[in-house]
């Protein structure tokens, strides 16, 4: 009875030669033929509902167990490795759980030519490249979480993670092939052929590639660091170095794409180097009737009120960064008389800040209660002074620093012209 049933399957038959061209030289139970005449609706719904089985298995693991028990579990630890291992099982518990249900659906057709080998292979490959995907996601991740817990070692960069999964997909690649069958010394002789080509073709790319581990191996620029560049004149804060290009924040939170080789081969300031503080110079000029250890005691005064509130502000607040100085360690302001001036006695100051962004504020400050403890001491800063003798023509008066006023009824002439000097 059940050879006379017609097969759910029998429109299938077109298979037969592809699978037949496709593995020579498998064995085969049965001719597919007649396997396909043979499957009843029992033979095709068991293999689909033990796949079915096994991927809702998978999507239950990943939404209910990954993404909500072992997430929140992971989170409530100060551990870091069990959030990477949450992110790197990310997306393969269901990937997983249909390669299961898919082996058990092979067993579940066992008399079934050739179809079995290609599936066990094909479930095979999807386990090993799986397990690949977890490997390069951990490896990937550990160095990362190394290079944000000691920043100083090893700068905390996409280029080195980025290159490690490379690599390891690639070994990846080849563990696939091997499980299908495929050589893998012809295919390894090729590549290194081949790479000769590929070099010469991606010279700049390879170029950037290697600047950015030069910049990282050097650790002239970090990630964090205010930097300018001398040749294009952009300048802001390093928020990564890839494979390819350095990403600069600037201040105004605009990005600036930065090939590496371009930063590995530049002048480049980096104002975080050798130590994040740095000085702000501001010149004034007081009259030269002051008392100039007034004014050095006075202007020392400001200087040093504005350096405590702005660095104790920044140690508070921390601005997304971690203190390198607290107020009382920041070094005291200085004065410099400088030179005399044509109307003025001029003097520098140099004030100490804890980073790039933070002198724009002391100067902002200084300015503003310097001019006003300037007032409130008597000390005047002058304004330009300049002194003009005139020569004037002799048909016109002569008045201590002023022109006669002109005839009206006669004419203006050429010897009416004054000169300066």
């Known amino acids: 009875m059940k050879a006379n049933r017609p097969s759910p399957l029998r429109f299938l038959s077109w298979s037969a030669p592809l699978a037949t061209l496709a593995f020579p030289h498998a064995p085969a139970p049965k001719p597919i033929m007649e396997w396909i005449q043979s499957l009843t609706w029992l033979d095709v719904a068991l293999p689909v509902i033990l796949l079915a089985v096994g991927a809702a298995g998978g999507w239950f693991t990943e939404r209910v167990l990954l993404r909500g028990l072992f997430r929140r579990a992971a989170e409530a630890t100060s551990w870091s490795g069990d959030n990477l291992?949450?992110?790197?099982?990310?997306?393969?518990?269901?990937?997983?759980?249909?390669?299961?249900?898919?082996?058990?659906?092979?067993l579940a057709v066992s008399d079934a030519p050739?179809?079995?080998?290609?599936?066990?292979?094909?479930?095979?490959?999807?386990?090993?490249?799986?397990?690949?995907?977890v490997s390069a996601r951990l490896i990937g991740g550990s160095i990362k979480n190394y290079a944000e817990r000691?920043?100083?070692?090893?700068?905390a960069t996409s280029i080195l993670p980025n290159l490690t999964q490379l690599a390891v997909y690639a070994l990846g690649v080849l563990l696939v092939l091997r499980q299908v069958g495929v050589h893998i010394t012809p295919v390894l002789t090729a590549l290194g052929v081949g790479s000769l080509a590929v070099a010469l073709a991606l010279q700049s790319t390879l170029a950037n590639v290697f600047a950015g581990l030069y910049l990282i191996a050097s650790r002239t620029i970090r990630p964090g660091h205010y930097v300018r560049i001398a040749e294009s004149g952009e300048e802001g804060y390093v928020t990564d170095i890839s494979?390819?290009?350095?990403t600069v924040r600037t201040i105004e939170d605009n990005a600036v794409v930065v090939p590496n080789e371009k930063l590995a081969s530049g002048i480049v300031t980096d104002f975080y180097l050798p130590q994040e503080t740095m000085q702000v110079r501001v010149s004034v000029g007081v009259d030269y009737d002051s008392d100039p250890d007034h004014v050095e005691r006075v202007t020392l005064a400001v200087a040093r009120d504005v350096v405590r509130e702005v660095s104790g502000e920044h140690a508070t607040a921390g601005a997304g960064r971690a203190p390198n100085a607290t107020p009382a360690?920041?070094?005291?302001?200085?004065?410099?008389?400088?030179?005399?001036?044509?109307?003025?006695?001029?003097?520098?100051?140099?004030l100490r800040v804890r980073e790039y962004f933070d002198q724009y504020r002391v100067r902002h400050l200084f300015m503003k209660r310097l001019i006003a403890r300037?007032?409130?001491?008597?000390?005047?800063?002058?304004?330009?002074?300049?002194e003009f003798e005139m020569e004037l023509s002799d048909e016109t008066e002569r008045g201590p620093g002023r022109l006669a006023r002109p005839d009206p009824q006669e004419s203006p002439t050429e010897s009416d012209a004054v000169s300066l000097r």
Do not use: C, H, K, Q
């Not at 000691?150 to 700068?155: K, N, Q």
């Not at 494979?243 to 350095?246: E, G, L, Q, S, V």
């Not at 360690?329 to 006695?345: A, I």
């Not at 300037?374 to 300049?386: T, V």
């Open 374 to 386: 300037y007032r409130e001491e008597g000390i005047r800063i002058p304004f330009p002074i300049r």
């Open 150 to 155: 000691t920043g100083s070692l090893l700068p």
């Open 329 to 350: 360690d920041m070094p005291e302001p200085e004065l410099f008389f400088r030179n005399f001036g044509e109307f003025s006695l001029n003097l520098i100051v140099f």
């Open 85 to 106: 291992l949450v992110r790197a099982l990310r997306g393969v518990p269901f990937f997983w759980g249909g390669a299961v249900g898919a082996y058990f659906a092979t």
């Open 114 to 133: 050739r179809l079995v080998d290609v599936l066990n292979d094909a479930v095979r490959v999807a386990i090993v490249w799986s397990l690949v995907i």
């Open 243 to 246: 494979w390819r290009a350095t």
